[in-house]
């Protein structure tokens, strides 16, 4: 009963008009999850980079006073975790290619406008899969209703056994 008040709420009195519904909801679920996941993807490279350069920048004056004392392993050793926190960051950059760092405050307000869009990109998601998961469930309910699962798996049975 809910499966027909469904259908004639939203004028689906046509299958095909329901399957090519049911295809549109789904890519929109698919396109809105995609792009929250490159949204995240870039959060996280930002993120890393902005460690990096508050890394960089903490370790600095250690470092420049470690090559003035020309790479001394005792020096090294009493300034170990700086140290290697620096070439880390060093390389990083070098990794991006990087050769004007952007500042924090740039990279932060970056991050929040893209937090942003994360925001509102997960009100489109949650709609889209729930109207996709509704219209999956009223084709599964039609479907089943009109014999068309039965008559798919009977087609797959003969196409199996065709092909052995």
Known sequence: ?????????????????????AEQAGTRFDETSRRIKQLEARMAEVAQL??????Y???RDIYVAYRKAGYSKAF??????????????????????????PTVKSLQAEYAALLAKKKSAYADYRTARDEMRELLTVKANVDRLMGYEEQEKETEATRQEEQR
């Open 1 to 21: 009963a809910k499966t027909l008040n469904f259908l004639i709420e939203n004028g689906l009195t046509d299958y095909d008009e329901l399957t090519a519904r």
């Open 76 to 101: 090294r050793a009493e300034h170990e975790s700086e140290i290697l926190l620096h070439q880390a960051a060093k390389k990083y950059f070098d990794e991006l290619g990087l050769k004007k760092l």
């Open 57 to 59: 920048s903490k370790t």
């Open 50 to 55: 902005k460690t990096h350069i508050i890394n």
